[in-house]
């Protein structure tokens, strides 16, 4: 499997709070993703990045912030968590090229709940 | 909206049995990328399809990528209680869409 390391693997917090998601890769890809899965609605792009502190936002970016300040960390950050962001969050990166056209390597997750 | 969906969105078949799963888009697709995911696992690439009416192998699993490059599909011979998980196609058009998903259930 790709070197990529998703953290917290679990979290629980409550609406309002902050919430910061760390994805980390040791492969050296230019893309990162992160995606949000919800049964019924499968895989959804919050927000990639193309390189550092070059990002873009994906399918369903509202409420949610990036940020990407070295090739390796990519930070998805929810200013004021709701009870919807409750969802399994997904980081994917690809190597160089156009986002969605090399194949993408994913990490193992993490489950978010909001109460 | 999603511009990617996939049907069925649930399929139950006997070991040994073939299976099909369809993925259309709305709009022209640049390529055609499949992804399975085990069941609390994450998704893993299959493979990627870029020609029109481009067909690729891979053991029992068949993939084809329409002529309009607006559909595809995976199916899968002598189904076995290792395929179990869900399978998504993924493409981009104007943006990268994952379909919605099949989730196949094999039972032996």
């Known amino acids: 499997d790709a070197g990529i390391t998703q953290s917290p693997r679990h979290k629980v917090t409550e609406t309002g709070t902050p919430v910061t998601l760390r994805c980390h890769q040791t492969e050296n890809h230019r893309y990162m993703y992160w995606y949000r899965q919800d049964p019924g609605h499968g895989l959804r792009l919050i927000h990639y990045s193309y390189g550092v502190k070059d990002t873009d936002k994906g399918e369903v970016s509202d409420g949610y912030s990036v940020s990407r300040s070295k090739t390796e960390d990519f930070l998805l950050t929810l200013e004021s968590a709701t009870s919807s962001q409750t969802s399994v969050y997904f980081c994917?990166?690809?190597?160089?090229?156009?986002?969605?056209?090399?194949?993408?390597?994913f990490g193992d997750g993490t489950r978010l709940s909001i109460l | 909206g999603q511009q990617v969906m996939q049907i069925p969105q649930y399929q139950h078949v006997q070991e040994g049995e073939d299976f099909t799963t369809y993925c259309n888009s709305s709009t022209t697709l640049s390529n055609i990328q499949w992804y399975k995911q085990r069941p609390g696992g994450h998704p893993v690439f299959l493979i990627q399809l870029v020609k029109s009416g481009e067909v690729k192998k891979q053991k029992r699993l068949t993939f084809q990528f329409g002529e309009a490059k607006k559909n595809s599909s995976l199916h899968i011979t002598a189904t076995q209680t290792t395929d179990v998980g869900t399978y998504f196609c993924?493409?981009?058009?104007?943006?990268?869409?994952f379909g919605t998903g099949t989730s196949l259930t094999v039972i032996p």
């Open positions: 994917a990166i690809s190597e160089a090229g156009t986002a969605g056209n090399q194949p993408q390597h």
């Open positions: 993924a493409g981009r058009g104007n943006q990268f869409y």
